[in-house]
Structures are given as C-alpha cells and as structure tokens.
C-alpha cells in the first residue's frame, strides 16, 4: 500500500461505486460493463481499480496491450481480458498462456494469427468509420473469411465511435451510421448462420450520449473514473458521475522572495511585491505538464495558491503570501477538495490545454497510488 509521502493519488472506492451503478442504470441491463482499464487505469493504478471493480462484481477488462492483460491476470482477474491493440506476433504464446482475448485488426492479421498453429481467443475489430482499427465494414467477404480460421476462436465483435462525444447534427448523423454500419456487418454474418458471439461499440461517450443500444458489453473508460475529457462537456452532462481520483503534494519549504527578484528555471516569475513562495514536491516527471507553468492554483490550507514560474522535473512553485501559516510538510491539492475549495480533473486539464483522458493517463509511476 502506498504512503502520503512526497505526492500521492488516494482513490475513492465509493465514488467508483457510484460511478459503476450510474452508467449501469443509463444502458439496458443485459449489457454488461466491460471496463478500460488500459494506461494504469488512467493513471488512477490499473490492479488497485480493477480489484476494486471485481469486488462490484465486474468480470470482463479492456486493456491496450498484452503485457497490461498479463499483469491483470497476476493480479487475480479471472474474466475476459481483452487487448484492444495490436499485439506482435513474437507475444502470442502470452496470449494463450494467459489467456487472453486479442483483437483481429484487420483481416490480414487474422492470417498471421491463424498461422500462429495455437487455439487464440478474438475479438473481431470492425472499422466502421473511424479508420484506425478493424477491417473495413462493407468488406464483408473479407471479414466472413476470418471465421475460416480454424485458429480462432471468436468469441466477439465491436467497433468504435469516433464523434460520439459531440453534440453537432453532423457528429450526430455519423454516429448513427457508424452504428448502422456495425449492425449491418453484424447481420450479414448471420444470414451465413454465424452468431452467438459478444458485441460492443460504446465507449463513455457512446453509453452516454447513445444509451438505448442494447449489446452484450460496452467499454466505459473515462467516465468510469467520474471525469469527462473537458469542462464543456461536464457542464453539458446531465450524468452525476463522482472523481475517483485526489491527486495530492506536500509543501517541502517556504520563503520569502523580494520585490525585483525572479524565481524558477527562465527566473519567469517575478515578484512585483514581497512574496510568500512554498516548493511543492511534484513536477513534470510526475505527469505535471509544463503547460501548466503559471496558470492555475493548488490548494492549501483550504485557499487557492496560484502556481508561479516553470513546473520542474521534481518540483513546483506556488505563491502562498494570502495563505497564513504555510510550512513544510503542509498538504497540497492539485485535483480534489480542501475544506470549501475543490479543483475538478477537468478545470485541471483546462489549465493544461488538453483533456483529463490525456492528463490523468500520464501521470507518472513515482506517484503512490492508495484507497483513501
Ligand atoms: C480507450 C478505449 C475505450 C474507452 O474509452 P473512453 O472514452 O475512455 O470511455 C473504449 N474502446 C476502445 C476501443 C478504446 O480504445
């Protein structure tokens, strides 16, 4: 278990909760949630919210690449975990030796996995109009070939939604046809008498905006861990969901800096008054941006501290003169509450000119990760 040492993230097991028995209300109950829990979880630690999701009762993962599908099997997730990228074909034994479920890319890649001479559990990708991922939809040939593999045993197929987040008419129609597309695909396979397989398409945004699909699972990420990518967003969602995630420092020293004088790397700041300035013991390397350099604020005692100068590989600056009695040791909080004062992931994200999916999926490895 880690410790609230130098800068920490402590998780909300209630609030996942939460966030798990909403998006589960919003979508027909047969469909199950099948979470993403790729990139550390989103940077919130990848066997700590899978565990606790599994207490929920969730079985199946999403993960992005094999070696995260192996660290979850270690961890004791006996479900469906499905890769949802590509995987190399030198890792194919882990496939099978851990049992995991790997997307066919493309119907060129069901060869190479048909070739591979081993049983190996699949998810068919259908591309339906997003062009990253899956064999392109209207190749209807190709895509009933991969059930030639005698390799393969399929046990789904999805697509994914590309605008399914935006609000705009034209947005609207693509998702549509996307979702059009995909049920097209899906009967032209039955009409060859091939079904009885798991089907998904929606992401967040997709159970969100797109509720009433009724498939076998779906693929929540971001909201799982109670954010939307933006503000906008969050304002426009009528969804209660809750922050998963606090992310927290502590105050290493605090000084005086004099009228005239500069502080940080590049001396960008510059005091136009005495000033109280703390270091905090957080920076770039923990997944601060540098984009943040003299925007915003982190909390201390309950007040908003503006953040000065550069962010460091290690460290951060604040100006803590309208904050009393700041000393070494004190909590900060960069996302979170502090008695009446709170900083959503969000607004966060804004002060760093991207959204929280980007953010909170680099933080970085040094941060302790904790059930509060
Ligand atoms: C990451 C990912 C998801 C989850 O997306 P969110 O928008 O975070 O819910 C779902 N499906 C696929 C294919 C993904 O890559």
Not at 195 to 207: A, M, V
């Amino acid at each position: 278990m880690g410790e609230k040492n130098r800068a920490w993230i402590e998780l909300s097991r209630e609030n996942l909760a939460y966030n798990v028995e909403r998006l589960q209300s919003l979508i027909p109950k047969e469909c199950r949630l099948m979470p993403a829990v790729k990139a550390d979880a989103y940077g919130h630690g990848m066997v700590l919210i899978a565990g606790m999701l599994a207490n929920l009762g969730i079985e199946d993962f999403c993960v992005a690449c094999a070696d995260e599908g192996i660290k979850l099997r270690q961890a004791g997730i006996t479900g469906q975990i499905l890769v949802l990228g590509y995987t190399y074909p030198r890792q194919f034994d882990k496939l099978v030796d851990y049992d995991l479920t790997q997307t066919v890319v493309d119907s060129h890649y069901a060869q190479e996995l048909q070739r591979f001479g081993k049983e190996i559990k699949v998810h068919v990708g259908i591309d339906t109009g997003m062009h990253r991922l899956g064999e392109r939809c209207e190749k209807t040939e190709a895509i009933r070939g991969i059930w030639d593999c005698d390799h393969l045993r399929i046990t789904g197929i999805f697509s994914h939604l590309c605008v399914a987040d935006s609000p705009d008419e034209k947005d609207r129609v693509y998702t549509l046809e996307q979702i059009h597309k995909f049920e097209q695909t899906i009967e032209e396979l039955r009409k060859s008498g091939i079904e009885g397989f798991s089907r998904h398409l929606q992401g967040s945004y997709g159970i969100l905006n797109y509720p009433w699909l009724a498939y076998e699972h779906c693929r929540p990420g971001i909201a799982l861990y109670g954010l939307l990518s933006n503000e906008e967003d969050k304002h426009r969602c009528s969804v209660d969901l809750r922050p998963v995630m606090e992310l927290k420092t502590r105050v290493q020293s605090v000084r005086t800096v004099y009228a005239g004088e500069g502080a940080g790397y590049g001396l960008d700041f510059q005091a136009k008054k005495d000033s109280c300035i703390a270091a905090l013991s957080i920076g770039y390397a923990d997944g601060i941006p540098r984009e943040l350099s003299g925007r915003g604020h982190v909390l201390i005692g309950g007040k908003k501290a503006p953040i000065i100068g550069r962010i460091c590989m290690d460290q951060m600056l604040v100006d803590v003169s309208a904050i009393p009695k700041v000393k070494a040791g004190d909590e900060a909080v960069l996302i979170g509450g502090q008695r009446a004062e709170q900083i959503t992931g969000e607004q966060f994200a804004g002060w760093c000119n991207t959204i929280t999916n980007e953010l909170f999926s680099r933080l970085g490895s040094r941060l302790e990760r904790m059930e509060k």
